[in-house]
């Protein structure tokens, strides 16, 4: 399966892609935990995107997809993947129709911007491995440790209030047009998020089991 997941910030997608990841045993792809690891490693392009990530906006469009050329190429995506934040604007879309990748789905989480905002701020993130947490929604076992790796759970720098906002709205002026892009090509599903994980994974999995 090749599968892309849109949505707003924090909608969840990250959330579901590791589910189904583990579920159909193909990678998730996650340009923004690429360009995390990227800015922690201190590498040219990570350097690069930092200004763009701090204020909410998007990192140019030829870095993103000099990123995805190369992790797609690697032999763990032949079988299938998850594109999680890929693609984000509409000549990412087409960058991705040129080099010739048949996505089968494009499965946009919808949640309202009031609910992403509430789910923003309770958003704790592992600064060691990158699991994501909620101080509500998903707890960790410890307060404050991930529960994978030990690490300690920090805010993500992008989750201050203001900068949310920012996400928000270039997504619904960047990203939300890629509804109508694959609408066109017969390969929207639209899920609506659920206050509840499982109650969200249900659903996404009903709209995959129907592709
Ligand atoms: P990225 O990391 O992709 O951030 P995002 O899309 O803004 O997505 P998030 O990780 O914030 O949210 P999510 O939808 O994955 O939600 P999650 O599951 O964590 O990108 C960051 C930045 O990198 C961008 O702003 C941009 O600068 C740059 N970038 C990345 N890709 C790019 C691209 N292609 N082009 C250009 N720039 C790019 O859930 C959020 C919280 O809610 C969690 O705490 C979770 O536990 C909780 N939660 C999840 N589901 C539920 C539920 N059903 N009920 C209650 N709580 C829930």
Same mark, same amino acid.
């Given at each position: 399966?090749?599968?892309?997941?849109?949505?707003?910030?924090?909608?969840?997608?990250?959330?579901?892609?590791?589910?189904?990841?583990?579920?159909?045993?193909?990678?998730?792809?996650?340009? =923004?935990?690429? !360009?995390? #690891? *990227? %800015?922690?490693?201190?590498?040219?392009?990570?350097?690069?995107? $930092?200004?763009?990530?701090?204020?909410?906006?998007?990192?140019?469009?030829?870095?993103?997809?000099?990123?995805?050329?190369?992790?797609?190429?690697?032999?763990?995506?032949?079988?299938?993947?998850?594109?999680?934040?890929?693609?984000?604007?509409?000549?990412?879309?087409?960058?991705?129709?040129?080099? =010739?990748?048949? !996505?089968? #789905? *494009? %499965?946009?989480?919808?949640?309202?911007?009031?609910?992403?905002? $509430?789910?923003?701020?309770?958003?704790?993130?592992?600064?060691?491995?990158?699991?994501?947490?909620?101080?509500?929604?998903?707890?960790?076992?410890?307060?404050?440790?991930?529960?994978?790796?030990?690490?300690?759970?920090?805010?993500?720098?992008?989750?201050?209030?203001?900068?949310?906002?920012?996400?928000?709205?270039?997504?619904?002026?960047?990203?939300?047009?890629?509804?109508?892009?694959?609408?066109?090509?017969?390969?929207?599903?639209?899920?609506?998020?659920?206050?509840?994980?499982?109650?969200?994974?249900?659903?996404?999995?009903?709209?995959?089991?129907?592709?």
């Amino acid at each position: 399966m090749k599968l892309i997941l849109l949505g707003a910030p924090g909608a969840g997608k990250g959330t579901q892609a590791e589910i189904i990841s583990e579920k159909f045993s193909i990678p998730t792809i996650s340009t =923004g935990n690429i !360009i995390r #690891a *990227a %800015l922690k490693e201190g590498t040219e392009m990570g350097l690069k995107a $930092k200004a763009y990530i701090d204020k909410g906006e998007l990192v140019p469009d030829e870095v993103v997809i000099g990123i995805i050329k190369e992790r797609l190429s690697e032999s763990d995506c032949q079988g299938g993947f998850i594109l999680d934040g890929f693609p984000r604007t509409i000549p990412q879309a087409k960058a991705l129709d040129t080099m =010739g990748i048949a !996505i089968d #789905a *494009a %499965l946009s989480i919808e949640v309202m911007d009031s609910e992403i905002v $509430k789910r923003m701020s309770g958003r704790r993130v592992c600064e060691k491995c990158g699991a994501s947490y909620h101080t509500e929604y998903k707890k960790p076992a410890v307060e404050g440790v991930c529960n994978t790796c030990g690490g300690k759970l920090v805010i993500r720098k992008d989750d201050e209030p203001e900068t949310v906002l920012n996400r928000l709205n270039v997504y619904h002026e960047q990203t939300e047009p890629l509804k109508d892009y694959y609408k066109a090509q017969e390969k929207l599903l639209i899920v609506e998020g659920q206050d509840d994980v499982a109650d969200t994974t249900a659903l996404v999995l009903k709209a995959l089991s129907e592709i």
